[in-house]
């Protein structure tokens, strides 16, 4: 584990001799049969600021089963989405490449909507049907958003079963009322918005006031019947915070942060009921527990929205605020509990779960992440040096160890990002800017990305555009998804 800020000068001159391997090189290798292999379960917010959690720094949202998590597991600070929109980066997420490579990805209808008609292809491997390969059960909870129709639901890829919202809490609106006078009324029936088992709709619209217990209830549910019967996998996708906003009766109120504190205070009770469960199962030690979010705050919501604290930026851009996300991994007696400054994204889980259950990954396909269980097991160093920040086809940025260069600028959905800009030669418009000079952050020693340093390294942004290049010449046109 990095303690130290990486030698990113050097880091550059081996990237251009050649000798550093970026994500999208690396085929699958073959896993190795565990005897042990363990439980695993993500829990995936929406919408969740990287500033919201107390132990990120929040000052009014309580979180203490979050925040004990954290000093029981490993807080990654520098962990990213693979997009800064909900069906992109869900797709990164369950397939561990980037949404470009699937299809899931466009500039022009950024997520998949009700009158969508395309989803995850079935020729995608996701997490669930990689581990079904090694004997896993396998469940999804909560919101999906990668196909409301066979065959691009849960249950067409790899999960055995499947209860939640099969898109955003926020579509199917029925009612012209603005968003935060619904929210202030938590009327429900505003939004017609199925609850399905499987494949079948068991409610419309259904009760989001009860959105949360429902969905911890039924993960808890998953874990006492699975216990005994092999290792399982569960995908815990929550439908909050993403407007509009409710909460359960004994939650309303109980924030000092308001509507949006009383949300995320429900979120922490339902990670503290799902890791008391597995303490009471006595299964704790045998289960790795992920938490983390999709994209960063809806600023667009004002105080409904979330913050991302220092970070520039929110939901549906490229600066930091957007894309990088609060994450914990819990595993009480196998990870080291430690803060961890590497770099990781969330589509690092999957090449990370096959190898710590001895799945076997498919030859045939690039893959965006990597194995980061040498960092969770303190056996290792991270190989991750590179991030690609995409909106929509595009690259708008890439990490390349300290340093960040944005080559294309666009604001969030048309809004202000929640820092002012420093710098009056960064242009920030409603369409996309492409820069003749891209703007240079060291995002390490400045993460709320507010000093340009461009001029001073010119070198970084000349390796910087030969890593991109490398990206772009082995991106394969495929159809695309969200445009059927």
């Not at 009014?60 to 979050?66: A, E």
């Not at 920040?389 to 260069?405: P, T």
């Not at 820069?435 to 340009?452: A, C, H, Q, T």
Request: aromatic residues 10%; contains cysteine; glycine residues 10%.
């Amino acid at each position: 584990m990095r303690k130290n800020n990486p030698k990113s000068i050097a880091l550059i001159c081996l990237l251009l001799s050649g000798m550093v391997t970026l994500p999208g090189q690396i085929l699958a290798e073959k896993g190795k049969p565990k005897a042990d292999p363990p439980n695993i379960i993500v829990i995936f917010a929406d919408d969740l600021g990287y500033g919201d959690l107390g132990v990120f720094g929040h000052p009014s949202n309580q979180t203490p089963h979050l925040d004990r998590m954290a000093f029981e597991g490993q807080k990654w600070t520098n962990f990213y989405v693979a997009a800064p929109v909900c069906t992109p980066s869900r797709a990164g997420l369950l397939t561990g490449r980037l949404p470009i490579r699937s299809g899931m990805s466009s500039d022009k209808r950024r997520v998949l909507f009700p009158d969508s008609n395309g989803g995850l292809p079935q020729s995608e491997i996701t997490i669930a049907r990689a581990l079904k390969e090694s004997g896993y059960q396998t469940a999804a909870v909560g919101k999906w958003h990668l196909g409301h129709q066979s065959p691009y639901l849960p249950t067409d890829h790899g999960f055995d079963s499947y209860f939640g919202i099969p898109y955003s809490n926020d579509m199917d609106k029925v009612e012209k009322t603005d968003h935060f006078t619904l929210a202030e009324t938590e009327r429900y029936q505003a939004y017609n918005v199925p609850l399905l088992r499987d494949k079948e709709e068991v409610e419309r619209p259904a009760d989001q006031r009860t959105i949360t217990k429902r969905y911890t209830e039924e993960v808890v549910g998953k874990i006492q019947n699975m216990k005994d019967k092999g290792p399982f996998f569960i995908y815990l996708a929550h439908s909050l915070p993403h407007i509009p906003l409710f909460r359960s009766e004994a939650f309303k109120d109980a924030s000092i942060g308001g509507i949006y504190g009383d949300v995320i205070e429900e979120i922490d009770w339902s990670v503290g009921q799902i890791l008391e469960t597995l303490r009471q199962e006595g299964i704790a030690e045998n289960t790795l527990v992920v938490f983390t979010s999709d994209n960063g705050p809806w600023h667009t919501f004002k105080t409904h929205g979330g913050t991302a604290g220092l970070l520039r930026g929110a939901k549906g851009g490229t600066f930091e605020g957007g894309m990088r996300e609060p994450t914990i991994f819990w595993w009480p007696g196998k990870i080291k509990p430690a803060v961890v400054a590497d770099m990781g994204t969330t589509m690092d889980l999957l090449p990370t779960f096959c190898a710590l259950s001895g799945t076997s990954l498919p030859e045939d396909r690039v893959y965006d992440g990597y194995d980061i269980s040498p960092l969770l097991m303190g056996t290792g160093n991270g190989e991750r040096e590179t991030v690609f920040y995409y909106r929509g086809q595009q690259v708008y940025a890439v990490r390349l160890g300290d340093y960040k260069a944005h080559f294309i600028t666009q604001l969030e959905y048309g809004n202000p990002t929640a820092h002012p800009v420093t710098n009056p030669a960064v242009p920030l418009e409603n369409g996309p800017t492409v820069l003749e000079e891209p703007l240079l952050y060291n995002v390490n020693i400045d993460p709320g990305e507010r000093f340009n340093i461009a001029s001073d390294h010119p070198e970084v942004i000349a390796a910087i555009r030969e890593v991109l290049a490398r990206h772009k010449a082995g991106i394969v046109p495929v159809e695309n998804q969200l445009e059927k």
